[in-house]
Each structure stands twice: as structure tokens, then as C-alpha cells.
């Protein structure tokens, strides 16, 4: 697509249920990040794949935070038994990395998840 | 990892005025990515720098590689210029860090 795409654009959720985000990323793009934004504050990294692996998932606050990437392509962030400090905005951005070098940032308009 | 800071962390400016905005990296770096966040929260792309200098209208911004530092100039500052300007690093095939942003006001 023209654009990283994400879905839902708001999602509003009781507590303990489970939700699913979704991200379509720039086509061709091999790398794919989350991010999380609570209300006035900076980004927080959740988890990075390339390709279809998740060399780095240091920042899923808890087990109960999933994603995975099939095709290299779509990206699925789950979120189990949803509590109310999961309200935030998750991020999804995408890149095609040219060697080390070269490698250039795209966001999508993110997800709005109010947790009830 | 990479270690990202930025500074002022909020800024007011009358419109017309020009403004720095500095980002500080604590180790050497392939990529650096200069973005503003809207008030309805997009991110936007304004640079990609690594190293060097750009300049797209109103806005420019240098990257000293080797003093890793990163600056943003926004000159003729306009009501639109308002949000949450970050700035990421990171290298080649590592996750991107941010910094904690600089928030933006101009006011008319």
C-alpha cells in the first residue's frame, strides 16, 4: 500500500477482555516495529521484527503482550486480558533497511485503545 | 543501547521567532530520523540525517556524526509548527530508540 496501515483506528475494550491490533506495513517493507504512547509522553518500544522474526521483544510490558508477523508482511499485536493502564495509543511504523545504513522510518496514524 | 536526549523538553515561541531544537546520541549511529507529532498525533517525516545537513522550507537540520549531535532549526515559526518534535537513532539493524521529545508551542 501507499501508507503503513493500521486497524482499528479506536478500539474501546472492557477490562480482562483480549484485543487484536493489526498493521499492514509499506509494501516491501522487511522490518517492523510497535510502539506504545500513553497520553503526553514519548514512544515506548515494544517489539522489532525483520522478516518474520522478532529479534528484539525486550519492551512487551508483560507476558501478556504478544505479536507475531506472517509473510513478512502483517503484523498482529495481541494484548490478553486487557487492564486499564493498556489505554494508550499503539504505533506501528515500517522500513526497508539498505544494509546498516539507509534505513528510513514510515508510521501509520496508529490505534487508540481505551480499556474500560 | 543507544542512549537518545533532547532538549529543550517544552518550548513556547511567538510566532515569527526562530528556534534550536538539540538531540544528543550516546554512541555512533548509521541512521537518525528527525519527526513531528501533530496534534491529532501523526508522526510525520521531516528529516532523515545521519550525517550532514538538509533544508526543506522553513525547517533544516545538521547532524555532526562525530560529536553525536543532532539539530533542528525552525525559522519563522508558525502556529502550524505546534506539537512534539522527536528524534530517533539507532544502527544498522538494531531497534530505533527515541528521544523524550520537545514539546512545541507557538502561539499568535
Known amino acids: 500500500g501507499a501508507g503503513v496501515s493500521q486497524s482499528p483506528s479506536n478500539k474501546v475494550t472492557e477490562k480482562g477482555k483480549d484485543v487484536e491490533l493489526r498493521c499492514d506495513p509499506i509494501?516491501?517493507?522487511?522490518?517492523l516495529y510497535w510502539y506504545r504512547q500513553s497520553l503526553g509522553q514519548g514512544l515506548e518500544f515494544l517489539i522489532y521484527?525483520?522478516?518474520?522474526?522478532?529479534?528484539?521483544k525486550s519492551g512487551l510490558p508483560s507476558d501478556r503482550f504478544s505479536a507475531e508477523r506472517t509473510g513478512g508482511s502483517v503484523s498482529t499485536l495481541t494484548i490478553q486480558r486487557t487492564q486499564q493502564e493498556d489505554s494508550a495509543v499503539y504505533l506501528c511504523?515500517?522500513?526497508?533497511?539498505?544494509?546498516?545504513?539507509?534505513?528510513?522510518?514510515?508510521f501509520g496514524s496508529g490505534t487508540q485503545l481505551s480499556v474500560l | 543501547g543507544i542512549q537518545v536526549e533532547q532538549s529543550p523538553p517544552d518550548l513556547i515561541l511567538q510566532e515569527g521567532a526562530n528556534s534550536t531544537l538539540r538531540c544528543n546520541f550516546s554512541?555512533?549511529?548509521?541512521?537518525l530520523q528527525w519527526f513531528h507529532q501533530n496534534p491529532w498525533g501523526q508522526l510525520i517525516n521531516l528529516f532523515y540525517?545521519?550525517?550532514g545537513t538538509k533544508q526543506n522550507g522553513r525547517l533544516s537540520a545538521t547532524t555532526v556524526a562525530t560529536e553525536r549531535y543532532s539539530l533542528l532549526y525552525i525559522s519563522s515559526s508558525q502556529t502550524t509548527d505546534s506539537g512534539v518534535y522527536f528524534c530517533?537513532?539507532?544502527?544498522?539493524?538494531?531497534?530505533?530508540?527515541f528521544g523524550t521529545g520537545t514539546k512545541l508551542q507557538v502561539i499568535p
Open positions: 530517533a537513532a539507532w544502527g544498522g539493524y538494531q531497534k530505533v530508540t
Open positions: 540525517i545521519p550525517s
Open positions: 521484527f525483520q522478516g518474520n522474526s522478532a529479534p528484539d
Open positions: 554512541d555512533s549511529v548509521n541512521n
Open positions: 509494501s516491501g517493507h522487511t522490518a
Open positions: 511504523a515500517s522500513s526497508t533497511p539498505q544494509g546498516p545504513t539507509n534505513e528510513k522510518l514510515f
